[in-house]
């Protein structure tokens, strides 16, 4: 499999699950696990600040994953997942699951708990 640039805000992917999880290209439902720091204002207060800060403390935390993938954020339209990707990927199989694809479908792939798989609606 060949390898693009990481996935950024400048480069946004998009998430592709057919057994592990890919990132190409796209739109932005895919994007490197980073959590943005900022000073005090109405709309980020110091309770966000000091969650922030923990929040960042946690993903520092993780150990590299041995088989080189990268952490990152899947977004769906049901909430956003952690999950170790590979990035730039080249060869996504057709039939791949993406945040396109019906929520009972992505729920399915990403084996997302408290999600009715039929109809994708909090069980």
Not at 2 to 11: L, P
Request: charged content about 20%; proline content about 4%; aromatic content about 4%.
């Amino acid at each position: 499999m060949e390898r693009a640039t990481v996935c950024s805000n400048k480069n946004p992917c998009d998430f592709a699950v057919k057994g592990d999880a890919n990132c190409q290209a796209g739109t932005g439902s895919c994007t490197v696990a980073q959590i943005a720091e900022a000073d005090f204002s109405v709309f980020h207060d110091e309770t966000l600040m000091k969650a922030t800060q923990q929040i960042k403390q946690i993903l520092e935390a993780i150990p590299p994953d041995p088989q080189g993938r990268t952490l990152s954020f899947l977004h769906t339209s049901m909430g956003s997942l952690l999950a170790w990707v590979r990035h730039g990927a080249t060869d996504i199989p057709e039939d791949a699951v993406t945040a396109q694809d019906d929520d009972a479908t992505v729920v399915r792939a990403l084996k997302l708990r408290g999600y009715s798989a039929a109809g994708a609606g909090r069980a």
